[in-house]
């Protein structure tokens, strides 16, 4: 009885054990388990342990209550509900063109004294990243796929910066050491500051693509290129008393070293404005409305009064200044202040930083009281100008039919001359190839007798060696012939041997005796020869070869 009951007892423990075991597994796969998607991520939130402090928001350790800094991954993870409660959240995708700027929300805050002197950036240990600083991170993430813990970190989209090939980057640091700290003598410019301080930098950036913290700096694009802008609002009093207002077109291109320079002094709010196809875009275009335009405007007027109103409108040679004055190539009005303007203009705006490549009049407008009479004698100018054409081109035409008679007439004496020079060509030619051709046929028929000769020696040669050979052959067998003789007594003997010889195997079966018809066919020749009794010879071997030597 005794035994039964321990029986009973180790039975009911061990149905215990399996049933603990199967619970534990029911629990662990169907209550604590966490499916993760491919592209979220599980943010775990500890339900029980110490207190975080009061601006505390990220639990040092899972021996706090509160949100875990690691996140997990996508795949298969067991929580258990009781201690744990978790998020899932979409992987935070970064796309190309784009930069992420993170704020620390957790760490020490920064100090008063820090702020103060301009400094607004967090740090972060990659290696102990619960030890850092709250505030904005320095490094950007640019493109690809994070998992970033909502509650450690807030997240700012940036579009990267594109300076085109036709562009320079001018780099604003808002984060770094104070510029008033400088002395004077450090300071080459008053608007640019070195490498290190907050401020417009003296070095630019080349073209490419710049994933930048707009916190700590930004890059503007300033176009280098060059522009054709046309200036319709220019006037100025010409030396009769007219106002001229003429078509100016300006090309010009920003300097790249001076670009820096162009964005401080130019621009209010830090971009340069440089489209300039309409008349508002114009307005706003700093370039033009603050360096180029007030230099084009002055220096026009100036320039412009030295010369008449029908200088313009008929386009005549402006005179040299004094009679003592060289002689140079005649230079109408439109070039000389085309030439004048550039010459002022140029230098004024290079000490700005802008290059003006080109000034050129376009349409100009005259006075209608003057309009008529300048067209009139304008048109009588060009009558007479066509007039003294056509004359031209009568006596081009007349020397024209000259020289082709006489281009006609050297031309076919060429082609008389070349016509006789390939005839001698061609004769010598066809000579030398006939030659050549008699030449190789002689010597092809002299090989050809050659080898014939050679042929035919070649042929007696082999026929006496045939020869030599059949006779050595005949030799061989006549001499077979007289060795296997000399075994027999005579000749009749010896055929008699060779005929039983070939017919004995196929006579085995035919001959029933001596006496039988066919047998006395051949009795003849089976009865010993005359003479041979006295002498006995044996009987050679028969052999397949009639003139091998039979063995005695």
């Known amino acids: ?19 603990l075991g199967i619970l534990q597994q029911i629990w662990r796969w169907e209550v604590e388990r966490i499916e993760v998607p491919s592209g979220r ?20 350790d899972e021996s706090y209550k509160g949100v875990m800094l690691p996140v997990w991954g996508e795949g298969r993870h067991f929580l258990n509900p009781i201690f744990w409660s978790h998020e899932i959240h979409d992987m935070v995708e970064v796309k190309a063109g784009e930069c992420l700027v993170l704020t620390r929300k957790f760490g020490k805050p920064l100090s008063a004294e820090r702020m103060a002197a301009g400094e607004i950036l967090g740090t ?11 505030g904005i991170l320095r490094d950007v993430l640019t493109q690809g796929f994070y998992r970033l813990n909502p509650y450690a970190y807030s997240w700012e989209r940036v579009p990267a910066v594109q300076i ?49 913290n707009p916190y700590v700096e930004t890059i503007t694009p300033v176009e280098v290129r060059s522009h054709r802008v046309r200036l319709s609002d220019i006037e100025f009093p010409s030396r009769d008393g007219f106002i001229l207002k003429p078509q100016v077109v300006v090309e010009y291109a920003a300097q790249p070293d001076a670009a820096p320079l162009l964005t401080v002094r130019l621009t209010d709010e830090g971009v340069l404005h440089q489209q300039d196809e309409t008349p508002a875009e114009q307005l706003d275009n700093e370039i033009l409305q603050k360096v180029i335009l007030p230099h084009i405007r002055g220096y026009a007027r100036i320039e412009g009064s030295n010369f008449d109103a029908r200088d313009f409108i008929l386009a005549a040679p402006v005179a040299a200044a004094t009679p003592d004055a060289p002689t140079e190539k005649p230079v109408n009005a439109r070039e000389a202040l085309q030439k004048a303007l550039l010459e002022k203009v140029k230098p004024q705006c290079a000490a700005l930083g802008v290059e003006v490549r080109a000034v050129t009049l376009a349409d100009m407008r005259p006075p209608a009281e003057l309009a008529d009479q300048i067209a009139q004698r304008e048109l009588a100018r060009v009558e007479q100008a066509k007039n003294g054409a056509r004359l031209r081109q009568y006596r081009a035409a007349q020397e024209l039919k000259a020289k082709e008679a006489l281009k006609d007439q050297a031309k076919s004496k060429v082609e008389a001359e070349t016509r006789l020079i390939q005839a001698k060509t061609k004769a010598t030619q066809m000579k030398e190839v006939a030659l050549s051709q008699a030449t190789q046929d002689l010597e092809n028929a002299q090989l050809v007798l050659d080898a014939a000769e050679k042929q035919a020696e070649a042929t007696i040669t082999k026929g006496k060696a045939d020869a030599a050979v059949i006779d050595l052959q005949n030799d061989a067998k006549v001499a077979g012939l007289r060795k296997a003789m000399q075994g027999f007594a005579d000749v009749q003997s010896f055929a008699q041997y060779n005929l039983m010889n070939r017919l004995g195997p196929a006579l085995t079966e035919i001959f029933a005796g001596d006496d039988s018809e066919f047998g006395r066919l051949f009795s003849n020749y089976l009865t010993k020869p005359a003479g041979s009794a006295s002498k006995p010879t044996a009987i050679p071997t028969v052999t397949a070869d009639p003139s091998a030597t039979p063995s005695k």
Request: charged share 30%.
């Open 1 to 19: 009885m005794k035994l039964f009951r321990q029986r009973r007892f180790w039975l009911l423990l061990c149905i215990g054990l399996v049933g």
């Open 41 to 60: 991520y599980l943010v775990r939130i500890g339900r029980w342990g110490k207190n975080l402090g009061t601006d505390e928001i990220i639990a040092p």
């Open 124 to 134: 972060e240990d990659r290696t102990d990243p619960i030890e850092g600083e709250r």
């Open 164 to 212: 085109r090939v036709d562009q320079i980057g001018v780099r604003t640091l808002r984060v770094g050491k104070d510029p008033r700290t400088l002395r004077a003598e450090q300071t080459q410019d008053q608007y640019l500051v070195p490498d290190g301080y907050r401020g417009v930098q003296k070095q630019t950036c080349p073209a490419g693509t710049y994933y930048l």
